[in-house]
């Protein structure tokens, strides 16, 4: 009979109760084991405990879909089960205790072991065993120091491939147990074999060395802030990245870490003392409370905010409630767009997920910088690697989803991991997007101006070609109009004096006429007397004559006003053309040489009436 009164040992308990958080609500092992009511328990036993059960929760769903545990044994917790079942066929291979839960798994062993000897190509046989990754904290401990000292200690130091990055990938899956190289990346972080234990290691004790995935070391590598920087952890517990921060920036700088959860919070301070990240400056609240003005000196943002922690162990997130993805979503956006418009001196951001849908990476990335009241863009990942990276996001949303970077498990060796690398602008104003706005509205104005500045521009080359002649062309265009002007003035004057000689020429043919009709019409007169003819014949002849003399006069005189019209009307052009020769500067001596071909005219005229 089973003893009732006999507890299940603790370890097993709380292991079951971490691998239900994780498969219900999400999050990260490592974090969750940070939690202060852990401490007194083996951190390593219970972290390889849950890792096993993560690792085969598929191949036990169906080895208990199987044998009807589940349906036959109601009263037993099932999230227990299956960590005493992995316990059982996939670690220790055996349960020490005697409780009823212990007891009950026990008894279907047999069971169990004959499913998975009859199924073995259906179930999962093969897992993707990432190698054990190690950050040296350079703020107690240099790299070559950490070499040396694992050398000591019997371990073989192979370096890094100075090849391509899947030259890298092949190196790292050939290590043996005491193989180590260092990262193709990140310079402080060592990589061993899978199975190497270092959690009672004397370095590892003594916060020299931090255990510490390689894809979770990337954003502090991308971010690169320089020593004498100031940086802002948003979400920053347990500390692997704050941390990360202060050893990359040489404890030169400031690293704001802020934490809004008390527990949480003093786990981060805790871990900050240990690593001697002397430049941490910690904060208990909530990064949304931080406006604009309180830290305007940060220049650098790394912000990795609560998700569903699907890339952290793929085969226990197959399925999240939409509506807690829904509302992770809208937070991590609202993280985002906070970091982008409340830090005025903020020239880059690294945001990062433990999550492998694109809800919660690329479309949070890009509804945040299409949103955005500030001028950021998304780098390309590729750019940044070297092109040294095989996995990166989904063109499904854009330019913007194929710059951002992915870490695979099954291909890159790490847990799933995301990161997008955001840029301020050069302007990086908040008013550049409306400015971008106003000067789309614009654009048509702005094309007509344009072509009414080249069609100005155009009518210049032509009169600045047409004086490249000369040195300065602005005075060779004026000789040339005042050249122009005095030629006019001459032919004006010419025509003048052609007409004033018509003129004179027609008034000497009338006294002509009038001289030689006198005689005639006397001659006429006497005529008529002296033969006796009729005087009246004789004077309706006179009168004609009269009559034909007047209209003679009257030709003459008409003759005489329209070419005083028509001296007026050259005077006229000819003050018009000097007035014109005056506006363009026109020399003296121009006009003193026009002036006296005028009077030589006149003369000539004279002493041609004369």
């Avoid at 100031?230 to 990359?248: I, R």
């Avoid at 809004?260 to 208990?284: A, G, P």
Wanted: neutral net charge.
């Amino acid at each position: 009979m089973f003893e009732h009164s006999v507890k299940v040992p603790r370890h097993y308990k709380v292991a079951a109760s971490i691998f239900k958080k994780i498969s219900t609500e999400g999050g990260s092992l490592k974090s969750l084991l940070y939690d202060d009511k852990l401490k007194h328990f083996r951190i390593n036993v219970l972290y390889a405990l849950i890792n096993e059960t993560i690792k085969h929760a598929a191949d036990i769903d169906k080895i208990f879909e199987n044998s009807c545990l589940l349906d036959k044994e109601t009263r037993l917790d099932p999230w227990l089960a299956k960590v005493l079942t992995a316990e059982l066929l996939f670690g220790k291979k055996t349960l020490p205790g005697k409780s009823k839960p212990e007891q009950t798994i026990l008894t279907y062993k047999d069971q169990f072991e004959k499913y998975t000897s009859d199924h073995q190509d259906d179930l999962k046989t093969e897992v993707v065993r990432r190698p054990r990754y190690v950050r040296v904290n350079t703020n107690l401990l240099t790299t070559s120091d950490a070499i040396r000292a694992f050398q000591d200690e019997g371990y073989r130091f192979i370096r890094c491939t100075s090849g391509s990055y899947d030259d890298y990938l092949k190196q790292i899956q050939q290590l043996t147990e005491y193989d180590f190289t260092q990262d193709y990346h990140v310079k402080t972080m060592f990589v061993f074999a899978s199975n190497t234990k270092l959690h009672e290691h004397e370095l590892y004790l003594e916060s020299q060395i931090v255990l510490q995935d390689k894809a979770t070391a990337l954003p502090v590598h991308l971010l690169a802030p320089p020593p004498g920087s100031c940086v802002l952890d948003m979400c920053a517990a347990p500390g692997m990245k704050t941390t990360q921060l202060a050893a990359y920036m040489r404890n030169q700088g400031r690293v704001y870490a802020v934490e809004r959860d008390t527990r949480r919070y003093q786990t981060l301070c805790d871990f900050v003392k240990k690593t001697d990240s002397k430049c941490v400056e910690t904060m208990n609240k909530d990064c949304l409370e931080i406006k604009r003005g309180d830290l305007d000196d940060v220049e650098y943002i790394l912000l990795d905010p609560s998700c569903t922690g699907s890339g952290m162990e793929i085969s226990v997130h197959n399925y999240v409630e939409p509506a807690r993805l829904a509302k992770l979503t809208s937070l991590q956006e609202k993280f985002l767009k906070h970091a982008m418009n409340s830090f005025p001196n903020a020239k880059r951001i690294v945001y990062s997920t433990c999550s492998i849908y694109p809800e919660e990476n690329e479309r949070a990335v890009s509804n945040a910088v299409k949103n955005s009241r500030s001028n950021w863009k998304v780098l390309d990942a590729k750019e940044l690697m070297k092109g040294q990276w095989n996995n990166f996001g989904s063109g499904m949303y854009g330019v913007i989803g194929t710059k951002c970077l992915y870490a695979r498990p099954d291909s890159d060796f790490t847990t799933g991991f995301f990161l997008a690398v955001l840029e301020r602008g050069q302007k990086g104003s908040e008013n550049s997007n409306k400015e971008k706005v106003k000067s789309n509205k614009n654009a048509d104005s702005k094309s007509t101006i344009e072509e009414e500045d080249n069609c100005e521009n155009t009518s210049k080359t032509v009169t600045d070609e047409e004086g490249q002649k000369s040195e300065n062309p602005s005075k060779k265009k004026k000789k040339k109009n005042t050249q122009a002007h005095s030629e006019m003035a001459e032919s004006l004057q010419e025509e003048e004096i052609n007409a004033e000689d018509n003129t004179k020429k027609k008034k000497k043919k009338h006294k002509s006429n009038d001289v030689d009709e006198s005689p005639t019409y006397e001659n006429a007169e006497n005529l008529t007397t002296t033969d006796g003819t009729d005087t009246m014949t004789s004077k309706k002849k006179k009168k004609k004559k009269d009559k034909n003399r007047e209209q003679d006069e009257n030709a003459v005189t008409e003759a005489q006003a329209a070419d005083d019209v028509k001296k007026k009307k050259k005077k006229r052009k000819l003050e018009e053309v000097d007035e014109q020769s005056s506006q363009d500067n026109l020399e003296v001596s121009e006009i003193e040489e026009v002036q006296k071909k005028k009077k030589k005219k006149r003369n000539k005229n004279n002493e041609i009436e004369t």
